[in-house]
């Protein structure tokens, strides 16, 4: 074998190639160090004399499915200089690690497409030696995540387990990174991470966020000048919610005749119109079922009429849409609507800064699926540090095998 394999194949070079042996159908190649590499590992001079030798076994990269072992005669030294007695270090290998710097990176690699067990079993090591390399790495590239030159950001929870346990995820709009995991939900849950965007003297220009009073009061408290950003999808749902209260409401006083048309509208009330299939009849039962109530249809419209709020040629003409908007649900006579116009007057500032700065939480959103997948195919965490580098770490997750 040629020192020339050796660096591009298995990425070593300064070490001399001596023999190849196979045992049981794995490699193992031996090695050994030449003089005139040695050197002392405390102050980096060649005058060092000889002390004897420990031998030692690295795992490599595979040859296809067969194990590779590098044998390398481990020198001790003495420096003339500073008079310390020591082995040299490996330049494969970092410190006192079974296995080469080449056979890591793999495994990495290998860990952005599939489970840790997976990769074990390929590799075959333990479950432990992978999940502990994996974690080296994250931990090395993305345990304090860079929080200067931040200005778009987006905050929402997410649940994670069993018991409602949550965990409050803050994402950076620009680059789609998570940059802070907080253990819990609310505004304590933010405090550690405005203690490093202030160390950090990042300066935040807008925020995304669900209507969250907690959320809301944490950043008006920390971002005061930041625009504050209600989130479309929540502000649509959050009315969703009012809409399938008042369909039931209407279900459960209806006649039996009227209770029929309206079971099973529910989602026909929720969807698309755009999306409504009339190869199953869905644009006629819907609008059977609003015919037969008139609460329900005012209720249905104005909801499609909400909608093209996002829709407006500009700031003023938002403003004046949304304004007309709940004077029409509040003028609607139906409770639940007049609640709803009443929560989202108190929240109108957030709804119009959209035309001042256009972000949503809909990035974090498709990182929260990322999450529970990633919670999903590792059948939950025990390591919650590892957890949480792994989320952090989310954004380069690959789904094809890459290197």
């Known amino acids: 074998m040629s020192t020339s394999l050796l660096y591009h194949g298995f990425g070593i070079r300064g070490y001399r190639y001596v023999r190849t042996e196979y045992e049981g159908g794995e490699t193992v190649f031996t090695l050994r160090q030449e003089d005139s590499e040695l050197r002392c590992p ?49 330049a494969f290998a970092s410190g006192r690690r079974s296995y080469t710097t080449s056979f890591e990176r793999y495994a990495v690699e290998l860990c952005r497409v599939t489970t840790i067990q997976d990769v074990a079993d390929h590799l075959g090591v333990s479950w432990d030696v992978v999940k502990d390399i994996h974690k080296r790495y994250l931990h090395h590239h993305f345990g304090r995540p860079k929080l200067r030159g931040l200005t778009h950001i987006a905050i929402d929870e997410i649940c994670v387990g069993r018991g409602q346990r949550y ?11 998570v940059v802070f995991v907080g253990q ?16 950090h003297k990042a300066s935040i220009q807008a925020v995304a966020i ?31 919610e009012k809409l399938s209260l008042l369909r039931r409401q209407v279900q459960n006083g209806a006649e039996a005749m009227a ?18 299939d009339p190869e199953k009849n869905e644009v006629a039962r819907l609008e059977e ?17 909400l909608r093209q709020f996002w829709e407006q040629p500009d700031k003023a003409t938002a403003e004046r849409f949304v304004d007309d908007w709940m004077g029409r649900a509040e003028a609607s006579g139906i409770t639940l609507l007049k609640k709803f116009a009443r929560t989202l ?40 540090d590892y957890f949480t580098l792994r989320i952090y770490g989310l954004h380069e997750t690959k789904y094809a095998l890459v290197g």
């Open 42 to 90: 405390r102050c980096g001079r060649r005058d060092v004399i000889r002390r004897g030798q420990a031998p030692r076994r690295f795992r490599a990269l595979p040859i296809g499915n067969k194990r590779v072992w590098i044998d390398l005669p481990v020198q001790r030294v003495e420096c003339r200089r500073c008079g310390v007695v020591q082995q040299v270090k490996v």
């Open 167 to 177: 965990l409050t995820i803050v994402l950076n709009l620009q680059t789609g990174a």
């Open 184 to 199: 819990g939900k609310g505004k304590e849950a933010l405090e550690p991470f405005w203690k490093r965007l202030g160390r």
């Open 210 to 240: 669900d209507m969250s009073p907690a959320y809301l009061s944490a950043v008006l408290e920390h971002l005061r000048h930041a625009c504050v950003v209600f989130d479309r999808f929540h502000v649509i749902k959050l009315y969703n």
């Open 259 to 276: 209770k029929k048309v309206l079971k099973g509208t529910r989602w026909l009330l929720l969807k698309n119109p755009d999306h409504l």
């Open 289 to 305: 079922a609003l015919r037969l109530n008139q609460p329900l249809a005012t209720a249905y419209y104005l909801k499609e009429d």
């Open 345 to 384: 007057r108190l929240y109108r500032f957030g709804l119009v800064a959209w035309y001042d700065q256009p972000i949503s939480t809909g990035p974090l959103e498709g990182t929260n699926n990322k999450i529970k997948t990633l919670q999903r195919r590792a059948y939950g965490y025990r390591d919650q």
